[in-house]
């Protein structure tokens, strides 16, 4: 299944809420001195990105960030299980750079992901099909988890802000 591109995924006011809370100077991002790649380690051992892990199966919600989503998680194919959902600041980069390399989310059967971006920039996510989807506000890409893909820096915005849902829909 091709990726599925969604452009204003939810309403103008809770991306409104959504946008403040994670680019707001109160939310809590946290070092990470890696990008993971297919082989899950960073391939240079330069790559770094900021993150907030929101949500992980088992545990439930692990970050107060977790209630910005819930318009987004409303709308995702009513899903059931929720495997995670982490929130990635990738710093501007002077030149496009892949951030790690393609790398599939979780080996679940049935599993779907979901990039949200939370904003607009000239970074973005190819997949290793070729297929390009463009960092755009309040847009969101859905595919099978089992479909290789990598993000790029930005290098016109001081941050890449995306948010990764990773989830069994009730379907499966």
């Known amino acids: 299944m091709s990726p599925i591109v969604i452009d ?39 790559g770094y990105q900021f993150t907030n892990l ?4 088992n545990q439930g919600p692990i970050s107060e960030g977790y209630n910005f989503i ?16 982490k ?25 779907k992901t979901a990039i949200y971006y939370v904003n607009t920039n000239d970074g973005w996510t ?9 960092s755009v506000e309040n847009r969101i890409v859905i595919f099978d988890s089992n479909i290789k893909h990598v993000g790029y820096s930005c290098t016109n915005e001081k941050t890449r802000v995306v948010l990764n849902i990773n989830y069994l829909p009730l379907n499966s």
Do not use: C
């Open 126 to 134: 190819e997949f290793e099909t070729g297929e390009v989807v463009e």
């Open 54 to 57: 929101l949500y992980r199966q």
């Open 70 to 85: 819930i318009p987004i998680l409303q709308r995702l194919d009513t899903p059931n299980i929720i495997i995670r959902a």
């Open 87 to 111: 929130i990635n600041l990738n710093p501007r980069d002077s030149k496009h750079t892949m951030l790690g390399g393609y790398h599939t989310d979780h080996p679940f059967n049935n599993a």
């Open 8 to 46: 204003n995924y939810v309403s103008f006011n809770s991306f409104q809420t959504l946008k403040k809370g994670f680019m707001g100077s109160e939310f809590p991002w946290f070092y990470n001195p890696h990008v993971l790649t297919a082989a899950g380690e960073d391939e240079d051992n330069q």
